[in-house]
Nanobody, 126 residues
Framework: QVQLAESGGGLVQAGGSLRLSCAAS????????LGWFRQAPGKEREFVTA????????YYADSVKGRFTISRDNAKNTVYLQMNSLKPEDTAVYYC???????????????????WGQGTQVTVSS
């Protein structure tokens, strides 16, 4: 089992910044990929970004490129999401997700991730 715990969400003005954290625990030794998804009210959950645990390769949705940065601290089993230049449309519940396998070209599909955090609310006001 793998447990994921997000933190760092909150309320911020448009143009501001937040940093989310996702701490992984349990059987994390073979974790391959960790990512972030988000879901706004009335919308489907969408891919935001992902990072491979060992190689550090990163992947971003077009909507957040240049504004969001994903990183990881292997020693702390923690993944970070730095969010800059936040917009009201970034308002959503943000979920940390992980899987022990490389999903290949399907890394943007939520069904490829076996482990999920409970989510943290990010609200951007204008």
């Amino acid at each position: 089992q793998v447990q994921l715990a997000e933190s760092g969400g909150g309320l911020v003005q448009a143009g501001g910044s937040l940093r989310l954290s996702c701490a992984a625990s349990g059987r994390t030794n073979s974790m391959y990929i960790l990512g972030w998804f988000r879901q706004a009210p009335g919308k489907e959950r969408e891919f935001v970004t992902a990072i491979t645990w060992s190689g550090g390769s990163t992947y971003y949705a077009d909507s957040v490129k240049g504004r969001f940065t994903i990183s990881r601290d292997n020693a702390k089993n923690t993944v970070y999401l730095q969010m800059n230049s936040l917009k009201p449309e970034d308002t959503a519940v943000y979920y940390c997700a992980a899987d022990r396998r490389w999903p290949g070209s399907s890394y943007q599909r939520q069904g490829e991730y076996d482990y999920w955090g409970q989510g943290t609310q990010v609200t951007v006001s204008s």
